[in-house]
């Protein structure tokens, strides 16, 4: 299986709600990305969290990573429909070169 | 204004015709990659380029071509070979290192009947 697995597949959440999404991963890792696709659009770049870090914070998101359980959440706080869209975490380690692998991602839908 | 550009956004072909993705980026990145991005499935690499006239196969090369002839265009051929190339494909950028994270283009989506 990939090395980045999202949970759950999909979500369904009122407006104001939080969200939460998880990636697990199976091998050591450099750092860990979370990316947001709207539909039928190109990833964009939304958080980095290093090895070596535990948790970060940037306007409403909140990830967290636990390396000894291989495992990272993404965390919307205060949703609006606008964040409706897929959620993707990306893994990067080091095999020769970096090397990054995409999760199947996350499918949120914020109901206004 | 600084980004990275697909064209064209849609783009339809006959079977056994080859197509060619245009990838342009002005980042001034030295590394590029091919995503082929299946409905409600995540990123599969096709080709990644480190430095130019160098690259890579990723994970589904087979029935895909590239070149890197010049740092900011990293064209894709999806040839007859490819027995499903109906898909939507993203092109991206990134430092060399790849580590801080990827540009995306906005993606073609391209269909063969």
């Known amino acids: 299986s990939q090395q980045g697995e999202e949970d759950p597949q999909a979500l369904s959440i009122q407006e104001g709600e939080n969200a939460t999404m998880n990636c697990s991963y199976k091998?050591?890792?450099?750092?860990l990305q979370w990316y947001r696709q709207n539909s039928g659009r190109g990833l964009v770049h939304l958080i980095l969290?290093?090895?070596?870090?535990r948790e970060k914070h940037s306007g409403r998101l909140r990830v967290t990573l636990d390396t000894s359980k291989k495992s990272s959440s993404l965390l919307i706080t205060a949703s609006r429909a606008a964040d409706t869209a897929s959620y993707f975490c990306?893994?990067?380690?080091?095999?020769?070169?970096?090397?990054?692998?995409f999760g199947a991602g996350t499918r949120l839908f914020v109901k206004a | 204004d600084g980004g990275i550009t697909q064209s064209p956004k849609y783009l339809f072909r006959k079977e056994g015709q080859n197509v060619t993705l245009s990838c342009e980026q002005n980042l001034n990145h030295d590394a590029m990659y091919w995503y082929r991005q299946d409905p409600g499935q995540g990123l599969r690499l096709i080709y990644y380029s480190q430095i130019v006239n160098d690259f890579q196969k990723g994970d589904i090369a087979e029935g895909y071509s590239v070149s890197r002839e010049k740092k900011e265009s990293f064209p894709l051929t999806v040839t007859s070979a490819q027995k499903n190339p109906t898909a939507f494909y993203l092109c991206?950028?990134?430092?060399?290192?790849?580590?801080?994270?990827?540009?995306f283009g906005p993606g073609t989506r391209l269909t063969v009947t």
């Open positions: 091998t050591s890792i450099n750092n």
């Open positions: 969290i290093r090895s070596n870090e």
């Open positions: 990306a893994t990067v380690f080091m095999t020769g070169g970096f090397k990054t692998i």
């Open positions: 991206a950028s990134s430092t060399r290192e790849s580590s801080g994270g990827q540009y």
